[in-house]
T-cell receptor, first 110, second 114 residues
């Protein structure tokens, strides 16, 4: 079993749609959680951190369920510019080791 | 403020050769992590350097080694290259004091092994 598993995708959605990505992690010692975005042939960039209480940044909402070891990302009112690969990321205590999921590709169509 | 820089951007090697990749962290960062990203996959953690020492290592063979210099820059060395080593190699820097351990990535070095 992979340490971080994501929906395989790809997700093809029209502009304005709401899309949700799911992620599970296996190591209960995981302490920090993130969503990164990676555009084609570019480096990953932090989209948002994920907190137990849930957090929102504009059209993006992230949720964490530690008991179920589950992380989600919700994108509302999708834009063409949201087309990218979304990477679920988990860091172990101390941030010494960071595990990336395989990523979920999102295509937003006009 | 310069971000994370990596060199070279592209590299072509043949099986059995050795390669050295270089990374300069973002200003103010003292921790460098290296990742291997194969096509269609997420980045895989190779190792992390802090205070010139390897602090944590992923599931990579000893052919992969690294170094961190007093100015926090880092090198990744891969010996006896295999075809399967072809990938994008990403360097990321962070500052331990950052509570969320956000990592800033460089543009990567694309290695092709023939």
């Amino acid at each position: 079993r992979k340490e971080v598993e994501q929906d395989p995708g790809p997700f093809n959605v029209p502009e304005g749609a709401t899309v949700a990505f799911n992620c599970t992690y296996s190591n209960s010692a995981s302490q920090s959680f993130f969503w990164y975005r990676q555009d084609c042939r570019k480096e990953p960039k932090l989209l948002m951190s994920v907190y137990s209480s849930g957090n929102e940044d504009g059209r993006f909402t992230a949720q964490l369920n530690r008991a179920s070891q589950y992380i989600s990302l919700l994108i509302r009112d999708s834009k063409l510019s949201d087309s990218a690969t979304y990477l679920c990321v988990v860091s172990l205590i101390g941030g010494f080791k960071t595990i990336f999921g395989a990523g979920t590709r999102l295509f937003v169509k006009a | 403020d310069a971000g994370v820089t990596q060199s070279p951007t592209h590299l072509i090697k043949t099986r059995g050769q050795q390669v050295t990749l270089r990374c300069s962290p973002k200003s103010g960062h003292d921790t460098v992590s290296w990742y291997q990203q194969a096509l269609g996959q997420g980045p895989q953690f190779i190792f992390q350097y802090y205070e010139e020492e390897e602090r944590q290592r992923g599931n990579f063979p000893d052919r992969f080694s690294g170094h961190q210099f007093p100015n926090y820059s880092s090198e990744l060395n891969v010996n006896a290259l295999l075809l399967g080593d072809s990938a994008l190699y990403l360097c990321a820097s962070s500052f331990p004091g950052a509570g969320d351990n956000e990592q800033f990535f460089g543009p990567g070095t694309r290695l092709t092994v023939l």
